[in-house]
């Protein structure tokens, strides 16, 4: 089993930056993709980053460029640097592990990212 906990939401003006951390707790496998989704009010649940253990990382068109996902193994912790911030990067964002070995997905609870114009 593997619990996430997500922190660094919080109000930002247009342009501005901030830093979401989420770290696991259990066993994280080599295989595991570790990863943030996010989701705006009304809206689906959509991917902006993953990052595999060997660092190889995948990122939505609207979030390149701007956003930097990263990880540090040795504490099993993601992060997610968002700089040049938008109103539409308004959602709670959410942390992920995407277990392939078992086709299973672990959820963080979520933290409210909110971008003022």
């Known amino acids: 089993q593997v619990q996430l906990v997500e922190s660094g939401g919080g109000l930002v003006q247009a342009g501005g930056s901030l830093r979401l951390s989420c770290r696991a707790s259990?066993?994280?496998?080599?295989?595991?993709?570790m990863g943030w989704y996010r989701q705006a009010p009304g809206k689906q649940r959509e991917l902006v980053a993953t990052?595999?253990?060997?660092?190889?990382?995948n990122y939505a068109d609207s979030v390149k460029g701007r956003f930097t996902i990263s990880r540090d193994n040795a504490v099993r912790t993601v992060y997610l640097q968002m700089d040049s911030l938008k109103p539409e990067d308004t959602a709670v964002y959410y942390c992920?592990?995407?277990?392939?070995?078992?086709?299973?997905?672990?959820w963080g609870q979520g933290t409210q990212v909110t971008v003022s114009s």
């Open positions: 990052i595999t253990i060997g660092g190889s990382a």
């Open positions: 259990g066993i994280i496998l080599i295989s595991d993709v």
């Open positions: 992920n592990v995407r277990r392939t070995a078992w086709d299973k997905d672990y």
